[in-house]
């Protein structure tokens, strides 16, 4: 095993555990890579101003280079660093500052019921479009709109991936057309997450060109993949961990550290960079494993026990630093709300989900593969 293919593995937390205990920070030759595991050195390299979160030279893939979903990506404040990355992420702190996590849980309630009434429910597709309808009706946009944001992301993130094709390519560009017609860089009647993103935009000083609707539609296309794993991770642990917790909140918490929905990040050096005694040097690479930092026993006692209710946890999942995700209450508001309204209509984990999944294909994200799920649950 690697630490890319522990991702996708059915438990791949003894191996993290062994990264932690035996190469905290080390060279992987067979990745050709550095990797990081162990708590500290996690948080070394991602505060390290000389890693960056791209490749020096390549501040956009070279498949979508002078695209529309270039020009997208090129704006997200992931995606950025230094002077920029600092205004960029002013802007979007400001904005879900505003973002209510308990109307972001009814919104999700509200979308999964609305799911249920049609029929049973496609479990794999709801853990995905759920989430960014939810985001989308936040930014202002109606239901119907909301639903084809949903679908668009779907083809947009299809470009972040290393092994995206042409078809998908051009999907995706198509795609970030669209999103950003539907998100344009003006109020919303009623306000709402990308009214407040106009209005940040505006106090910030000289705001870079296209950050609104970029990173609106960064908002939603960093939704996806995260919360549809945060969902689908909470089901998993239901089902081993039995009962209803009340509320689900602190539950939703524990499984993104227990089982983190993003297990690992990339950090690229643009500067000669020593983090311990590690040498990395320009041009090399640091497989940031979030999930082996998570269950670093130096930073949370018993790591591999699941608690709901752990008290002060230290948790990896959204990053650290200049680049730690401000959206980690929404994230899991929007999570406890889908999950909630499924055990509210009946959905049993114990019963209707695998208490071991296949996972979906991906180089970092951990997301169950529950093709099977629905009809296994309503028997048809």
Known sequence: MNPIDAVTHADPYPYYA????????????????????????VTDVLRAPGLRVRPPGQPVPPGITGTAAGRVFGSLVRMNDGEAHTRLKSVVTAALTQADPATARGLAESAVKS??????????????????RVVAGLC??????AAEAAALTGDFVKCLRPDADTGQLRAADAAAERLT????????????????????????????PGAVSGNAVGLLSQTYDATAGLIGNTLLALAREGGRPRPLEPFVREVARHDAPIQNTRRFAAEPTRCGTAEIEPGQAVLVVLAAANRDPAVNPDPHTFVADRPAATVFTFGAAAHRCPGQDLAT?????????????????????????????????RIPDFSRVVDRAHGT
């Open 333 to 365: 508001a929007i999570a406890a709300g889908a999950v909630g309204a499924l055990l509210d209509h009946g959905f049993d984990p114990s019963a209707d989900v695998p208490r071991t999944a296949a996972y979906r294909p991906s180089p970092n994200a």
């Open 18 to 41: 062994e990264l932690v205990a035996e190469r905290p920070l080390a060279f992987d030759e067979s990745l050709g890579l550095w990797v990081a595991a162990g708590a500290a050195q």
């Open 181 to 208: 017609a539907l998100l344009p860089p003006e109020p919303r009647p009623g306000g709402g997450l990308l009214t407040a993103l106009v209005r940040a935009a505006g106090e910030a000083v000289m705001p870079p």
């Open 115 to 132: 799911d249920l009434d049609g029929g049973p429910p496609d479990l794999g597709a709801l853990m995905f479009t759920v989430p960014v």
């Open 140 to 145: 202002g946009l109606t239901e119907r709109e």
